[in-house]
């Protein structure tokens, strides 16, 4: 039987008490936490095994988990509107990246992306990332901390447009812009033949905007845009259904190959 | 200048006509490419840059890029119904796995999946992956070997049960089969407590059983159902719309994780 | 020139401030209509043409427009689950009924379906519509008066078992149960063959059990099953998109048609 | 009991062999119905009670039924791409109109929506529908010969720009035009104070377009835009799931109310 791997001081946990209930929390020694469901003494969970079972003050139960990557995104300050869950996963797979790829982001925002881009290039991979607003910037920095993703992620103030100076030979591109057809010849420069570049915008206009500055710029092909509609269900014995409310829009994902110009 | 990446001799290529004629196709020295748009020989593309457009026997463009792991599938034989990629992002998303995640997969069928798995696990990472029928073990297999990610896959022809025996602790499941009912217990074994596992299955029923079924054997929480619904866009100036056709189902998502029973 | 149609005394106008600001009201001499916009006095409604701008109080401009029978819904005091808009135009266009037809609904709840049905069968045609409990009889009831739909309707309190004695010879049946399929053999007998029936359910199991029943029963032939979702677009020159949140689920539309038992 | 209504010679009927073999046929004495499931004497139908069962010459059987007004859409020659169900139905809910309706149609098209409207406004409502082009008049008047509702249109041939001279006071009006917003002034002057307008329209900029001009003309307000999606499900004892392929895109729904100008 494998060790079971248990938690420790400073560790962050997930905190499971129902659905609506799921917190990230670090744990220390003389910190509490709390909630409408009761409190818990922080160093009671120090040594337990992860996955176990505990009893808040009320006696309601709540699971101790070890959080995923994603989870972190709970503890995230939101700044900006952010890249959810079902366009990131899509975004990633579109890419082909994978550990050790190394990628250029523009946009981070809140740092949903970047988060994701790190978590799946490292060890060895590196993501950089740059922002131009300022307090976007320190957020998304302290946002990366958090998820212990920041080593492997270049965060930097200010253009995209600096990228032509700063880098080369990219595996891939990502731009979460406003006016992304006014970069694209940055990310030609940056990316490497072959490379995958993502644009995520959310009106029509700026889908209409990228893919037809793609299309007259001559270095892309195999544009696509796509769209993506998630449905929760929610379960229960002979009265199964789709949740009655979901989100409607988040954004387009326009994707194309990056060639070379005659 | 970073040096170009040249096409070397046994290299695949992803030959881009237009977006209906995409191929991969292995770059051989007597080998010709064949296509109703023109032929290919393919041993003029042995020192090109990756990139870069060529002209077929009859004078239409083509493009010579390198495939991003997803475009194997193109080659893949497949013998099942697969999973498509909206879905393959977001599982491997949700799941939280990266580079060096050791991780179950059951039902690989065609292997869109365990492809998947291996591209995001590598290089130290593992796919533990069972297949009851030999026949789709057998095309699983040739098709990993295309893509050439069968490095990091344990491929094994028998049913998942055996994973009881064989493995541990490993970060994530990944559930692919008509009754995934009957082997929570199986996965409740062989994952670590807090990972994440997923079933993805196609019919309501399915959905209802596997969630009250997670619900029943007690070792796992935050069971979560999902459905994603992808639509493409046309873009021409002035007359951008979604695409007329859309698939429009291929399967539901069941997300679980792992809790230490009582 | 047309004579204009004019305000008039015990008329129900509709009050559009802004986009989510309407007001059915009923206008008379001494009642004053308030809103967080502003005040305006109903008698200084009469005798205008429908479609004129007026100002609150405030100085806030109002439109008052004629309503559409669907913008009574707006008064409606709700009992239950309604059937939405997007469904109900759905309903009554499978079902092919027009003015005229003679229809049986059971379940009425609320009345929206009551309400569209009595206002596409009328003037000649007739709704009959039982609810079998009595709190919400006697809340459709005060709806329906309020459409001015009621003469049109037949509402009768009690099961719909009861139109097996009570009626014959039907063109369509309209049922929002929650257990339908124990009405089948009471829907065979009222109406006439060929004749439309639709279910509306919101459950996945509730469309099997039907769909099942229907086959099953023998009566029924050309069996199909909808659901429909909609989606809002929120226009700004060059900011064009989806609402970020949408309804996600309501119910499934079961349609069939009567046939004659050997 | 009732009387069963007969089939008589002359009628149409639609004959249900299948889920995707059902067609509309005229009983005519010499007539033989043909399919690859088989032939059917059309004469041996007169005096079958609608909803009978029959045998072909296979002996496979097939059910005789009184078409609802749709079916005869499966007759219709399409010279246009058409209004599709989904948007039939949610098109005359929004519109309000109902038996005795007065109404605009402009770009006839196929007929599917002159149908829809006619069937609605009949017996003593009328839709008075423009066609610009000879071919598409033609055909559509030759359509709504087969589903009898002829008799409730006044089918033009021309620009709806005449209905300016040629009719006013009408209760709503229904444009599906690739340019409606050249067209806003002449509906502001054709329909009441109050009346609904509704624009049907394949892609996002004449979304865009149509809203924007219609708040620039002043005469309108309550502006909305709709997209329904249509999934249908295939319904097997413990296999239910919706169908793998759906319609991704018709076309988007504009809806407005005419006010009056200052």
Do not use: C
């Amino acid at each position: 039987m494998l060790e079971e791997e248990v938690i420790g001081e400073g560790d962050y946990v997930l905190i499971y008490i129902d659905e609506r209930r799921t917190y990230i929390v670090r744990v220390e020694r003389d910190r509490r936490f709390e909630s409408d469901k009761g409190v818990l003494e922080l160093s009671d969970l120090i040594g337990l095994p992860y996955g176990s079972r505990v009893e808040l003050s009320t006696g309601v139960k709540a699971f101790i988990l070890k959080p995923l990557f994603h989870d972190f995104f709970m503890k995230y300050k939101r700044r900006t509107q952010v890249i959810y869950p079902k366009d990131l996963g899509f975004i990633v797979f579109l890419s082909g990246i994978s550990s050790g790829s190394r990628v250029l982001e523009a946009g981070v925002g809140t740092g949903f992306l970047t988060t994701t881009l790190a978590h799946i290039v490292k060890p060895n991979g590196r993501v950089y990332a740059y922002e131009i607003r300022r307090d976007f910037y320190e957020n998304a920095l302290r946002n990366l901390k958090i998820s212990g993703l920041i080593k492997y992620v270049d965060l930097r103030l200010g253009s995209v447009k600096r990228a032509e100076e700063e880098l080369e030979g990219l595996d891939a591109a990502f731009l979460d812009l406003a006016d992304p057809w006014n970069y694209i010849e940055t990310v030609y420069k940056v990316v490497k033949p072959s490379a995958s570049t993502i644009f995520f915008v959310p009106t029509v206009n700026q889908v209409e905007k990228t893919a037809l500055a793609l299309k007259e710029h001559g270095g892309f092909t195999d544009i696509h845009v796509y769209e993506l509609l998630l449905r929760e269900y929610q379960v229960k014995e002979n009265a199964t259904r789709p949740r009655p409310f979901m989100i409607g829009h988040t954004g387009y994902i326009v994707f194309a190959r990056r060639i070379l110009l005659e």
